[in-house]
Every structure is written in C-alpha cells, then in structure tokens.
C-alpha cells in the first residue's frame, strides 16, 4: 500500500506539473524530464542495492525456472480463467486509455493545462482510494471486488465520454481513479489464493505479459475506432469489450461455492 500511494502521489504531482510544463516550455521538455527522472531512479537503485556475480547467476535460473512455471500454469483451469478475464479486462482498458486526454483536448477543446489537472485528478482518485480498496478486498474477498471494479469500469468510462464540460470531465476522472484503485488488490488476492506451487511473482509477470500483449492490440483498435467512428465510439466498444471479463469470473466463482458441500 505504501509503494501504491507513492507512487500515485507522484503521479498527480507529475500530471498536474506537465499541462503547464508543455503550456510554458514545450512538450520536448516534458520527455527530456522524464528521460533525466528515470535515469537518475536507475543510477539510484543500483547505488542502493549494487550488483554482484550472484545477481547473473539469478538471472539464469529464473529464465530457466519461468518455462517449466508457464507450463504449470497453462495447466491449471482456473489460473486460465483468470487469465481470459483480464485479457479481456486489459483489452478494454488499452481502447479507451490513450484516447481519455484526447477526449478532453478534441472533444471539450481544453487546453494542455486544464488536461493537466484532469489527469491529476484521475490519480488522486487513485490515491484516496488505494487503501480502501484493500480493505474492501479483505472483507469481500478478491473476485467479487474484481468484478465489481469490471462493471464499475465500463460504467466510469461511459460516464467520461458523457462529458460536455471540465467540471464534468473532472469528476468524471476523479471517479475513474476510484474504481481503478479496485483493481490491484482484487487481481493479487486472487493469485495468491489460486498459487499452488509457483511462486505469486512469476503468475504475476505471466499475466502481466499477456495483457500487454493485450494492450497493444487494444490501442490500434482504439485508434481506428477514434478515426471512423467518433469520439464516444472506443469508449463504448471498451466498456462492451470489458464486460466479457466477467464471463470467466463467474465461472471461477462457480466451483469455489460448490466446494463446501463435497
């Protein structure tokens, strides 16, 4: 949770700082910061915890280690469904992202700064609700607040796409960052209750691998959506594309409730 609100934090004082950064200086300053900001995360890392020869030697046997783990996984049944739901999930997700500041910018014709605080305020969402949504997890356990957080996604980015003013795109936002903050703790439960023999980290990179994959797929679709289609056209497909994801949780949900009785 402390790594989560840092890093949220940071992210809302980034977001608020690049409207006026690009409105004042240009957007080449923007990714020079960037560039500068990750390379002195990195030289700061390596100062902290250093490198030795045994590091290498961890390296070849984790690749090692990661076949016979993705084989383990491919056969597991409800580690698939997982999967499936959050492809799905993924893929929704990747249609609508890249085009939330394009919405403000082309469709309610706001500015670089006034986007800037939009974004902010989506992390700040993410933030207030960070610990929360971990303490909701806990008490409902991580599939039903995962498939609470699907409904409530396809309905926060129809919700977005409605908006006809900054006000509303503001609120809007806030409340996308609420149901964002659903997501993680619900996914990282649910791997931790279906783990058997490999470790949570490696079903971790696993998944996260393929909703990348996902990701890229989703971001070409939600271009051409945004081309042919209109402004409120990738948001909807998203939000339909996303409520597929709840198709194989309720078949994990299924043999976990039939279990008691047998």
Same mark, same amino acid.
């Not at 390296?59 to 999967?83: A, E, H, P, W």
């Not at 396809?154 to 503001?170: F, M, N, R, T, V």
């Given at each position: 949770?402390?790594?989560?609100?840092?890093?949220?934090?940071?992210?809302?004082?980034? *977001?608020?700082?690049?409207?006026? =950064?690009?409105? /004042?200086? $240009?957007?080449? +300053?923007?990714?020079? %910061? @960037?560039?500068?900001?990750?390379?002195?995360?990195?030289?700061?890392?390596?100062?902290?915890?250093?490198?030795?020869?045994?590091?290498?030697?961890?390296?070849?046997?984790?690749?090692?280690? *990661?076949?016979?783990?993705?084989? =383990?996984?491919? /056969?597991? $049944?409800?580690? +698939?469904?997982?999967? %499936? @739901?959050?492809?799905?999930?993924?893929?929704?997700?990747?249609?609508?992202?890249?085009?939330?500041?394009?919405?403000?910018?082309?469709?309610?014709?706001?500015?670089?700064?006034?986007?800037?605080?939009?974004?902010?305020?989506?992390?700040?969402?993410?933030?207030?609700?960070? +610990?929360?949504?971990?303490?909701?997890?806990?008490?409902?356990?991580?599939?039903?607040?995962?498939?609470?957080?699907?409904?409530?996604?396809?309905?926060?980015?129809?919700?977005?796409?409605?908006?006809?003013?900054?006000?509303?795109?503001?609120?809007?936002?806030?409340?996308?960052?609420?149901?964002?903050?659903?997501?993680?703790?619900?996914?990282?439960?649910?791997?931790?209750?279906?783990?058997?023999?490999?470790?949570?980290?490696?079903?971790?990179?696993?998944?996260?691998?393929?909703?990348?994959?996902?990701?890229?797929?989703?971001?070409?679709?939600?271009?051409?959506?945004?081309?042919?289609?209109?402004?409120?056209?990738?948001?909807?497909?998203?939000?339909?594309?996303?409520?597929?994801?709840?198709?194989?949780?309720?078949?994990?949900?299924?043999?976990?409730?039939?279990?008691?009785?047998?």
């Amino acid at each position: 949770s402390i790594f989560y609100v840092a890093t949220t934090a940071a992210g809302i004082v980034g *977001s608020a700082l690049s409207g006026y =950064l690009a409105t /004042s200086l $240009g957007f080449p +300053i923007l990714f020079i %910061i @960037a560039g500068v900001l990750t390379t002195f995360s990195a030289v700061f890392v390596a100062l902290t915890y250093g490198y030795s020869t045994s590091n290498s030697r961890m390296v070849k046997q984790t690749f090692g280690r *990661s076949f016979d783990n993705i084989k =383990l996984i491919l /056969s597991d $049944g409800n580690m +698939i469904k997982l999967t %499936i @739901a959050l492809i799905f999930h993924s893929l929704g997700f990747s249609i609508i992202n890249p085009l939330v500041q394009l919405y403000a910018k082309e469709a309610l014709n706001l500015d670089e700064q006034s986007i800037g605080i939009i974004m902010a305020m989506w992390n700040v969402g993410l933030l207030v609700a960070q +610990i929360p949504s971990g303490e909701f997890t806990d008490r409902f356990g991580g599939i039903a607040v995962l498939a609470t957080h699907i409904v409530l996604s396809s309905a926060s980015w129809i919700l977005y796409c409605s908006s006809k003013a900054w006000s509303e795109a503001i609120s809007s936002a806030f409340i996308l960052g609420v149901v964002g903050a659903l997501d993680m703790p619900a996914r990282r439960t649910i791997i931790v209750q279906l783990k058997r023999t490999i470790d949570s980290a490696s079903i971790i990179g696993y998944i996260d691998a393929l909703t990348n994959l996902a990701f890229t797929v989703g971001s070409s679709v939600g271009g051409v959506l945004w081309s042919t289609s209109g402004y409120n056209m990738p948001f909807i497909v998203g939000s339909i594309i996303n409520m597929f994801a709840l198709i194989p949780l309720v078949t994990l949900i299924s043999p976990r409730k039939r279990s008691p009785s047998m």
